[in-house]
T-cell receptor
Framework: AQSVTQLGSHVSVSEGALVLLRCNYS??????LFWYVQYPNQGLQLLLKYTTGATLVKGINGFEAEFKKSETSFHLTKPSAHMSDAAEYFCAVRARGGSEKLVFGKGTKLTVNP | GAVVSQHPSRVICKSGTSVKIECRSLDFQATTMFWYRQFPKQSLMLMATSNEGSKATYEQGVEKDKFLINHASLTLSTLTVTSAHPEDSSFYIC???????????FGSGTRLTVV
């Protein structure tokens, strides 16, 4: 069964600092990988996804993530944090060729300090 | 892009009453809709998967008689929380697989409070 681990339920950075949110998946076949952002009392917005091809994926709002098969990881980064980046971030996976179900990590709350 | 409109955004109801939550796909046909529940400061828990024209598939531990799901058309899926109790208070979110370029599209969520 697919599973997703997000290391760190809370991450705090200063405005302008690097953002690094960690995600590791567990499956024998690399799944489709997603990062979503959720603002309070709102649904989820897709930041980026990896399905195939280039392993460095660029998303919206300056975020990017790199799929590393050898490390079973899909960490999310942003070079310079903005106050508006403060939100909850979820990593999710979907099995290839199987169910369309998304399996979510537990989420990481990002706080950006002025 | 693909949009899923979810209503209501907030609802307060009395214990014992039923509440219906609607999710509509506005510019695409959603043959499948996923329904999630999210407790405060927690991740999304998949409750059930609805497919247009057929019975919903519920995840283990989810009471199908309490959480009634209907997917009568390609653009509308509904979740009815029947005989609601305070422990049903939660944030409910729907999601549909969009086309390949958009991945999954999520509704904006419904905050249910049962008093």
């Amino acid at each position: 069964a697919q599973s997703v681990t997000q290391l760190g339920s809370h991450v705090s950075v200063s405005e302008g600092a690097l953002v690094l949110l960690r995600c590791n998946y567990s499956s024998s076949v690399p799944p489709y990988l997603f990062w979503y952002v959720q603002y309070p009392n709102q649904g989820l917005q897709l930041l980026l996804k990896y399905t195939t091809g280039a392993t460095l994926v660029k998303g919206i709002n300056g975020f990017e993530a790199e799929f590393k098969k050898s490390e079973t990881s899909f960490h999310l980064t942003k070079p310079s944090a903005h106050m508006s980046d403060a939100a909850e971030y979820f990593c999710a996976v979907r099995a290839r060729g199987g169910s369309e179900k998304l399996v979510f990590g537990k989420g990481t709350k990002l706080t950006v300090n002025p | 892009g693909a949009v899923v409109s979810q209503h209501p955004s907030r609802v307060i109801c009395k214990s014992g009453t039923s509440v219906k939550i609607e999710c509509r796909s506005l510019d695409f046909q959603a043959t499948t809709m996923f329904w999630y529940r999210q407790f405060p400061k927690q991740s999304l828990m998949l409750m059930a998967t609805s497919n247009e024209g057929s019975k919903a598939t519920y995840e283990q531990g989810v009471e199908k008689d309490k959480f009634l799901i209907n997917h009568a058309s390609l653009t509308l899926s509904t979740l009815t929380v029947t005989s609601a109790h305070p422990e049903d208070s939660s944030f409910y979110i729907c999601s549909a697989p969009g086309d390949r370029d958009y991945g999954y599209t999520f509704g904006s969520g419904t905050r249910l409070t049962v008093v």
